[in-house]
């Protein structure tokens, strides 16, 4: 159990150690900084101890973000601070130097915590100390200011402070006016009844798989059910993020789940509805492939971009200058979230089309959605690209290395194409996709000219990654290979023209998916990539690519699917059970707690 230790002479008529208490922290109470810092040692090693001025004033909210949110090692608000085990030692330091400086009597003026706060900073701690906004946190000094700071405390309305909080603060039109209004006291129910943001996550994927059976019936009945289902997923899937800022239940297992449920939840979509146009008689596998493949390269571009830049430095332009002012319009800021597609207006598409329409028509909108919304963003961000002058930092460069997935084949020749100066590598990569997309697109199933341009693929691979990639476009390298990647295959099913080729393919494309997905998960948890040996086991891109090619070429179509097939298992099961099994760990070790927004909902 968390403990807080109440620092001073108690107040009359406080509520300050039920409030902690209610917190779920086992209250000790310190006259002074010496009995503090004997209470700071005595506290097990292993929990989370908080320092709070007997004289706070404040809401019981502004106490909640400041003492006990996971994310953080250091934590406070006025009046408090807060340290989790693995800053127990730089809490400790900074008392016991309170302590010694003179600290050790009565706390008639200043707040310890307070103090220990800044002599925190002066030893070069971060310490997180939350947007309170309307919320109150305060240590009065007299009791005509403890009178004003009670006012003001009942003046403001903790509880809906509380919800309004749970939203995100910058969300889709479709989320914010449709779902977020009452799925915020969805959360609140939720939280209530002790259920955790990883029920709620699971009950989403649940939903969502229901919907994509009732889509796989190809009934209208199955249609229509799909898309409601679609769109109760959708709320629930807004939930468990509600619940996780409301209640502040952050996990590093937590946002794992999320995001590649949300990945899972609309692929198996895709799937059902393919499915269910095969039972009709319409084969838009192709089209459910193609939809999967283009949502997947958007959300690398998103990555890869961000990764380069989020710590750049002299990371400005006059475009970014200008999309800021922009949003200061309020009509335009509406207008820019909405034609990106995001995860909320998309599945209200796809849900509604679903449901009034065929299948074919629904992949058929959401592809030229997508690709208007891919070109709008991709486009915007290369002019930002060419218009900083920002200097990436190393961390960046190995984020995209790792980004790019080279397997043993790359990694064995970059030795040699180090020797290379190449000043492009983005065009490089974009070369090499291409050779080998477009012979597998242009020529006959059972050609070699695929293989010829896998082997150009192969060759040119290492080419883009033989050197830091901290050029204004070098995060273009990772989406050009995962394009090249996915329309290799997809191409060479679609050319085999047999039953089953593209649903394998389907299936070969996901599995190959989520590994790249994971891969993304671990750098933003700071977990670093995948192991080498992972990578190598599956062949990386580029060997992926040119087996792919090699076993088109040399088997019949049948056969070609049964090793698609056979393929997408293997790869399916190597990177599913390495990746359950290192979050699982993260989460049993005690992992830092993240949150990732992920994509606007």
Known sequence: MPTAIVTGQPVPGSSLENDLRSLGFGVLVAADAAEAETLLAAAPAGDRVAL???????????????????????????????????????????????????????????????????????????????????????????????????????AVDDEAV????????????????????????????????????????????????????CAATGTRGGFVAAGVLLIASFVLDCTDGQLARYALKYSTLGAWLDATFDRAKEYAYYAGLALGAARGGDDVWALALGAMILQTCRHVVDFSFNEANHDATANTSPTAALSDKLDSVGWTVWVRRMIVLPIGER?????????????????????IGCAFAATYTTAGRVLRSLTRKARRTDRAA???????????????????ARRVSLRAPACTALVGGAAVTLAASFAPYGSWWPVLGAVIYVLQSPLAVARPLKGALDWLVPPFFRAAEYGTVLALAAGAGVNGALPAAFGLVAAVAYHHYDTVYRIRGNAGAPPAWLVRAIGGHEGRTLLVTVLAAVLTAPQFTVALTVLAVAVALVVLVESIRFWVAAHREGAPAVHDEGEPA
């Open 52 to 154: 709070v001025d007997a004289r706070f004033v404040g809401h019981q909210h502004a106490l909640r973000l400041g003492l006990a949110d996971p994310r953080f090692p250091l934590s406070a608000v006025p009046g408090a601070v807060t340290a989790q085990p693995a800053a127990r030692q730089a809490l400790t330091r900074a008392v016991a130097r309170e302590t010694s400086a003179g600290g050790g009597t009565a706390l008639a003026v200043d707040s310890l915590a307070d103090r220990i706060v800044t002599a925190l900073g002066a030893d070069g701690c971060e310490v997180h100390r939350p947007e309170l906004g309307s919320l109150v946190a305060a240590v009065p000094a007299d009791p005509q200011a403890r009178n004003e700071a009670r006012q003001a405390v009942a």
């Open 162 to 213: 509380r919800l309004k909080s749970a939203v995100k603060s910058r969300d889709g039109f479709f989320t914010t006016f449709f779902i977020s209004p009452y799925s915020r006291y969805l959360a609140r129910w939720c939280a209530r009844r002790g259920l955790t943001p990883n029920q709620v996550t699971t009950a989403s994927l649940l939903t969502a798989l229901i919907a994509a059976g």
């Open 347 to 367: 599945w209200a598409m796809i849900a509604v089309l679903t449901a009034a329409t065929t299948p074919r028509i629904t992949f058929s909108v959401l592809l």
């Open 398 to 416: 190995q984020a995209l290395a790792d980004l790019a997935d080279s397997g043993p084949l790359a990694q064995g020749l970059t030795r040699v």
